[in-house]
């Protein structure tokens, strides 16, 4: 069993940052495929980024390629989502998740997830 727990969402405005924070307990292998993803009222949730933490190997999505920074640290079994020039349509609720393999091929999807976290608010304010 692996517990996920989020930090870091909250209110921006259009142009700032925040950084999302997801620590890990339980059953921390030596590499598994981490990811954070986004629903947005009225959508899927949809992967945003994935790591695997045994390369530090990333992927992201194309909408937030080049914003949005994925890492970790493994001595806290902590991933991070560092999100750059946030926008309006960045508001979401995030959400870390854990893979059920060692190794990210791509952004995780939904059917990779063996584990959720509970989901942090971020708004972004024109």
């Known amino acids: 069993q692996v517990q996920l727990v989020e930090s870091g969402g909250g209110s921006v405005q259009a142009g700032g940052s925040l950084r999302l924070s997801c620590a890990a307990s339980g059953y921390t292998p030596s590499s598994r495929c981490m990811g954070w993803f986004r629903q947005a009222p009225g959508k899927e949730r949809e992967g945003v980024a994935g790591?695997?933490?045994?390369?530090?190997?990333?992927y992201y999505a194309d909408s937030v390629k080049g914003r949005f920074t994925i890492s970790q640290d493994n001595a806290k079994n902590t991933v991070y989502l560092q999100r750059n020039s946030l926008k309006p349509e960045d508001t979401a609720i995030y959400y870390c998740?854990?893979?059920?393999?060692?190794?990210?091929?791509?952004?995780?999807?939904?059917?990779?997830?063996?584990?959720w976290g509970q989901g942090t608010q971020v708004t972004v304010s024109s």
């Open positions: 790591i695997t933490t045994g390369t530090g190997t990333t």
């Open positions: 998740a854990a893979g059920r393999g060692r190794y990210c091929n791509s952004v995780p999807t939904r059917d990779d997830v063996a584990y």
